[in-house]
């Protein structure tokens, strides 16, 4: 079940300060094959999408966010997060042509009621992407940097601290595609291995799609080929084939499902 805790832990991380989390191999993973851009529709125009999302934390524990998107532009859109009723973060992103973001801003209240500013910029290669941290005065203090394979999982993050001594810190992880495993070593800014652990990678996850070409039943991408946990995904859609509604679950070998998720979203389109 490790993997369902690494699932609901990246849930929780990757809701309200999604942007301003340091990349790392599981949040790479995470956002590649179960990515949280709400904002994307396959077919129309939005002008605004509401989307309500509640997460299952265990021992009746629930993460409810609620989240406003705003198109200025079809490139541009303004976001406001809510949790629990209250205003938890105002963002912007400016976008490319493939929808990805480009530039973000996003004024955030931490658990002492105070707000504060990130500004990130990013830069996309066929098998690499860029993300500099800004500060206040509009210099880059932080950079990040993601390699990718052939097939789009992360095999190096490099994170520096621009303009400091021994400021890069490494991440690398090795795929062995065949046997099912990866190894993934961590480097101190000094050049130090900190940690190094070997995992599961299962490149056949799907198990099912729809219709749509969504994904229904799937392994997790990090599961051993023999796991038993499979995971359920079942859509509703709207009639510009977008979806509106999301319930994810999981089920262990004859167990009954057990709900982790439920997302719902209402699109208002420019007609």
């Not at 993997?3 to 301003?20: D, K, P, R, T, V």
């Not at 729809?210 to 994904?215: Q, T």
């Amino acid at each position: 079940m490790k993997n369902i805790m690494i699932i609901m832990f990246l849930l929780s991380c990757l809701h309200i300060n999604a942007q301003e989390q340091e990349p790392n191999f599981y949040s790479e993973i995470y956002d590649k094959y179960s990515p949280r851009n709400h904002y994307v529709v396959k077919k129309g125009k939005p002008s605004s999408i509401k989307v309500n999302d509640t997460i299952y934390l265990g021992n009746s524990e629930k993460w409810i966010e609620y989240n406003v998107y705003t198109f200025e532009k079809p490139n541009k859109i303004l976001v406001k997060k809510f949790r629990n009723d209250s205003l938890a973060k105002d963002e912007k992103y400016n976008l490319d042509s493939k929808g990805r973001i480009i530039k973000y801003e996003g004024n955030i209240k931490y658990s002492k009621g105070e707000w504060y500013v990130t500004r990130l910029n990013f830069s996309y290669e066929p098998n690499k992407k860029i993300i500099e941290k800004i500060n206040r005065f509009g210099k880059i203090y932080m950079r990040y940097e993601v390699g990718y394979d052939s097939i789009k999982n992360p095999i190096y993050i490099k994170s520096t601290i621009v303009g400091g001594p021994n400021s890069s810190r490494l991440e690398s992880i090795n795929y062995d595609y065949l046997n099912g495993i990866f190894v993934r070593s961590e480097f101190n800014f000094d050049g130090n291995m900190r940690n190094e652990e070997e995992g599961f990678i299962n490149t056949d996850y799907v198990i099912d799609r729809n219709e749509y070409d969504d994904i229904t039943k799937m392994f997790w991408v990090t599961s051993n080929k023999k796991d038993k946990v499979i995971y359920d995904i079942e859509y509703e859609y709207d009639d510009f084939g977008n979806w509106i509604k999301i319930i994810k679950s999981y089920s262990e070998r004859e167990e009954p499902k057990k709900v982790y998720s439920k997302t719902y979203r209402h699109i208002k389109y420019n007609l």
